[in-house]
């Protein structure tokens, strides 16, 4: 007995194969003087973990996907909010890996909800592209005017300390930032098919292998501009920038080194964090194991 099993046939099977579909809701309310968890559901490959932060420090909720990474057709889809006055930071407990996929794409959506004089970091760790990698990742937030919140991203395009670079595949990734129902910022990053000429090309990546996002929305936001432009400007092999649209703060960096990336993108974070928020210089120690 043997299988017959031509481009077509495996195509099929492939898109077959049963597929992950994990949800993980995380809410968060003050209570008693306090930010205390008010809300958890989840469903594997989704857990959340609950470290215990340190002095003086947000209470934690650390996100991971049990499965070890995301296949195509694979779907998360992830919600975290903070109410009134409440304070949190929702983090990656390991970097993301989107493996090769035979066709479908694997989809992440995200919401982040944040009330009035509450607080929320949504503190992701890389997002890791194998080859032949189809990703679309939507971030949704909705965030009171009296609310604030620091968000971000990252990419990176390959395995690169195996020698892997991201040659073919998609990726999109698209946020939404709301206050109040009304759509105050949007953005889009789109790759497909020839996903290593964008990189190669001067008018497009130029080179980077790693890419990375943060935002800071907040009623301040446009105070900051001047610190965050100073702040990236010292990053080292690393290309970056920072402005402020519509009353969001918008840093982003790329390189050709992701743990150059990663170490300016956590100065960045931490600085941020201090001047905005009035808290530690400090991440999880869990974001860097």
Known sequence: MYADTSPSDAKTLGSALPRMEGFARVGFEQRDGASRLSVLDQRSPLRVLFPRAETGDLPLAAITTVSGGLVGGDTLDISVAVGGSAKAIAFGQ????VYRSNGPESRVDVSLNVAAEAWLEWLPQETILFDGARLNRVTKTEIDPAGRLMAGECLV????????????????????????GRLIWADALLMKDDIIGILDTRAGFDGARAYATAIYVGSDAADHIGAAKDIVNESLNVRAGATCVGGVLVAR????????????????WKALRALAGGLPARLPRLWYV
């Open 157 to 180: 395009f390959g395995r690169l300390a195996r020698g892997e670079v991201m040659r073919h595949g998609a990726v999109r990734d698209r946020w939404e930032v709301r206050q109040s």
């Open 253 to 268: 960096w790329l390189s050709e080194d992701p743990l150059a990336l990663r170490d300016a993108f956590e100065t960045y």
């Open 94 to 97: 390991a970097a993301e890996k």
